[in-house]
């Protein structure tokens, strides 16, 4: 079959559609011909070597993918061949083919495009079970959503608002912080332009904000501490802004807040089984009604994979780009 293969040139990667060994599934598993697949961060990180597939998965760069299944391992009995599917991953989505286990797979409505499945699994349920599992949104607190624009970001917009949650968003341009507007975030602040913390702080009457769900880490920490209300938490999801921070922490004490991180690659797949079933039991018929829509940018060629990542890198999109793979 054919995937994206990463090869390291003048330290930088280049990635190029070349011919892979076939994948095999188990009798557990169903095989699915990949027809879409999306571009995360971590594919960038990993693609230079900063972030390991964990053991066992697949080394070929993807976190989710939407196709067709077209083979079913002997003891699945609840998915045919010919089902329309999405699913996350651990790896192994920039390719023709993907075997997986069939309860991680989220069948996709008729009328839904590959790519929109493609633009589900990896972004929604991070956002899910930030929001929600680690973070423990409620309905009525607010929630600071950094990187608004990204696919969590809108797509934790687009969560929070339909938990009854106040969403409020930091993004670096106008068009992003519009859409974010547009799907329901009540307080949108320019990062470049606007102290963050002070925007928030006047949009609370000075309370803070419940949540905070920030992919940037160092850079933020401190501001993060100092944004939160009493009792608030803070989920980091990412260290886009680096990984040691020097920080008072005092206000974590005073304030009583609670700090987490969180990754889902690495999840345990019975944990991420549980995870998908219980975001499909709670928001997937939201999706199927129109409620809540996945938010694509840009689609590029499965070959084009090494312009896709340009293009994130660039932080130009707003939304998923997907890769077209069938």
């Known amino acids: 079959m054919k995937a994206i293969v990463v090869h390291q040139v003048d330290k930088?990667?280049?990635?190029?559609?070349?011919?892979?060994p076939a994948v095999e599934h188990s009798p557990d598993e169903v095989l699915v011909d990949i027809k879409a697949s999306a571009v995360n961060r971590a594919d960038l990180m990993q693609a230079r070597g900063g972030y390991p597939p964990p053991p066992g998965a697949s080394e070929i760069l993807g976190l989710e993918m939407a196709g067709v299944v077209s083979a079913v391992g002997a003891n699945v009995s609840d998915v045919q061949v010919d089902d329309r599917v999405a699913a996350l991953l651990a790896g192994g989505g920039y390719a023709e083919q993907i075997a997986i286990h069939p309860k991680m797979l989220f069948k996709l409505p008729d009328d839904w495009s590959f790519a929109m499945g493609a633009a589900v699994p990896e972004v929604w349920l991070t956002a899910y079970v930030n929001l929600f599992l680690e973070g423990g949104l409620q309905a009525g607190e607010s929630v600071l959503i950094h990187a608004g624009g990204s696919g969590v970001g809108t797509a934790a917009i687009q969560l929070a608002r339909e938990a009854g949650a106040i969403p409020m968003i930091t993004a670096g341009t106008e068009a992003k912080l519009e859409r974010g507007r547009a799907l329901?975030?009540?307080?949108?602040?320019?990062y470049k332009e606007q102290d963050?913390?002070?925007e928030v702080m006047q949009a609370t009457e000075k309370?803070?904000?419940?949540?905070?769900l920030d992919p940037v880490g160092a850079s933020y920490f401190e501001?993060?501490?100092?944004?939160?209300?009493?009792?608030?938490?803070?989920v980091n999801i990412g260290l886009l802004g680096g990984?040691?921070?020097t920080a008072n922490i005092a206000p974590v004490l005073i304030k009583n807040l609670m700090i987490k991180g969180s990754t889902l690659r690495a999840r345990p797949l019975a944990e991420k089984i549980e995870i998908t079933t219980s975001f499909i039991e709670r928001f997937w018929p939201l999706f199927l009604d129109g409620t809540l829509q996945p938010v694509i940018d840009k689609t590029f060629p499965l070959a084009e994979a090494q312009q896709a990542h340009e293009y994130i890198a660039a932080d130009k999109n707003i939304g998923k780009v997907i890769l077209e793979v069938g």
Request: hydrophobic content about 50%; cysteine-free; charged content about 20%.
């Open 243 to 245: 990984a040691v921070a």
């Open 184 to 190: 329901g975030a009540q307080v949108a602040i320019n």
């Open 207 to 212: 309370r803070g904000v419940n949540l905070v």
């Open 223 to 234: 501001k993060n501490i100092n944004v939160l209300a009493r009792h608030g938490r803070m």
């Open 12 to 20: 930088k990667p280049e990635l190029k559609l070349e011919d892979v």
């Open 196 to 198: 963050f913390v002070a």
